[in-house]
């Protein structure tokens, strides 16, 4: 089993709002509630923003919010920030498939 | 707040194996919690490789499942990551993460540990 698809990149202005792609199948996303997005810096341990397509924990902005459409989830970070420029992973789990994370999307902010 | 801490050797031969613990601090491994191994190789992305639950019932990477053994040692309150037969291509940082199955999710992750394998 591949990876889910995400763009390579994705570039915005301070203020603006990106959205990030994760492209699967209907074995994988296209069948599961089961959708997380991660965010990691360089040399750090990913962080969870989304889980369940769209619910965030406890301490992440309400700048990111996630949804799904058919085979396809999508993270929208709003309000670009300095602070947002990192590695944004999707993940998906479908109890009988293994767990599947998303190529990866770097974010710039320019 | 559940935290987690892997240890292991930062460098193994090719051919030999790989052994990580994570050790789990704030909550009960015996718990009915998933908990989990993933790896990232220098610059790349991440690789799930595998999850035990339910006290001891698991699941692999079908990439990895003739390499991998994950177990839990309740009395240490750690679980542990097996790879054999380890070439250059296992060589990436393996983090320890705790996946909470109501969220359907990776929660809490340890801070990660670089595996080198080089002779």
């Known amino acids: 089993q591949s990876a889910l698809t995400q763009p390579a990149s994705v570039s915005g202005s301070p203020g603006q709002s990106i959205t990030i792609s994760c492209t699967g199948t209907s074995s994988d996303i296209g069948g599961s509630t089961s959708v997380s997005w991660y965010q990691q810096f360089p040399g750090k341990a990913p962080k969870l923003l989304i889980y369940?397509?769209?619910y965030r924990p406890s301490g992440v902005s309400s700048r990111f919010s996630g949804s799904k459409s058919g085979n396809t989830a999508s993270l929208t970070i709003s309000g670009l920030q300095p602070e947002d420029e990192a590695e944004y992973y999707c993940?998906?789990?479908?109890?009988?498939?293994?767990?599947?994370f998303g190529t990866g999307t770097k974010v710039n902010v320019l | 707040q559940v935290q987690l801490q892997e240890s292991g050797p930062g460098l193994v031969k090719p051919s030999g194996t790989l052994s990580l613990t994570c050790d789990v601090s704030g909550g009960s491994i015996t718990s009915s919690y998933w908990w989990s191994w993933v790896r990232q190789p220098p610059g790349k992305g991440l690789e799930w490789i595998g999850e035990?639950?339910?006290?001891?019932?698991?699941n692999y990477n079908p990439s990895l499942t003739s390499r991998v053994t994950i177990s839990v040692d309740r009395s240490k309150n750690q679980f542990s990551l097996k790879l054999t037969s380890v070439t250059a291509e296992d060589t990436a940082v393996y983090y320890c993460?705790?996946?909470?199955?109501?969220?359907?999710?990776?929660?809490?992750w340890g801070q990660g540990s670089l595996v080198t394998v080089s002779s």
């Open positions: 369940d397509v769209g």
């Open positions: 993940n998906t789990y479908r109890g009988s498939s293994p767990s599947l």
């Open positions: 993460a705790h996946y909470y199955s109501g969220w359907s999710a990776f929660d809490y």
């Open positions: 035990i639950y339910d006290g001891g019932r698991t």
